[in-house]
């Protein structure tokens, strides 16, 4: 692999070329979905409870919350993933009864993706994509904290770039 010798080069690419393509275009698809997410919201929920009124400003930044609590999750998560979450992974298998449940609760969670797969791939991009960052910096010897720092400055920047991107597309459309 004469390509990949070039370490800098690499980190380079994947840090900001391949980290802020997966997350605008993840920030575009939920700009492009909003509409669809928050009619559902409108129609299936909200009519529901006759004294709930929200405008779509704040539908619209309640599904952006949403979206950047899951960018953040993955960040921190990553971070914080330790050899204790491992081991209580492992611990679910000592005895029968916690077999039991931990079977039933991963066959629970396959069903729902297999629901949910596209949900799931997107979901599967975001972690992908942040694995590989936090490998990189990882490699480069930053500590925890300053690859949480930059990961989460990544990711947040390049959401924002897609969600401001669908914008000004959908503005630039309309007024044409």
């Known amino acids: 692999m004469l390509w990949y010798n070039n370490r800098p080069l690499w980190r380079f690419m994947v840090l900001f070329l391949l980290i802020p393509a997966i997350y605008s275009v993840f920030g575009w698809t939920i700009a492009l979905e909003s509409e669809d997410w928050r009619q559902w919201l409108t129609q299936e929920i909200l009519l529901q409870q006759p004294n709930l009124v929200l405008s779509d400003r704040i539908l619209n930044q309640l599904l952006y919350g949403l979206a950047l ?98 914008d000004w597309w959908q503005y630039t459309m309309t007024t044409i």
Do not use: H, P
């Open 69 to 166: 609590v899951i960018i953040l999750g993955t960040t921190f998560g990553l971070t914080i993933w330790d050899k204790t979450v491992i081991g209580l992974l492992g611990s679910c298998f000592k005895s029968d009864f916690t077999a039991l449940v931990a079977v039933l609760i991963w066959s629970l969670t396959l069903a729902l993706i297999i629901c949910f797969i596209n949900y799931f791939a997107e979901l599967m991009l975001l972690l992908g994509g942040a694995i590989l960052g936090r490998l990189e910096l990882q490699e480069a010897s930053y500590n925890n904290w300053q690859i949480c720092s930059i990961l989460t400055a990544i990711c947040v920047c390049s959401f924002a770039i897609g969600l401001l991107g669908f």
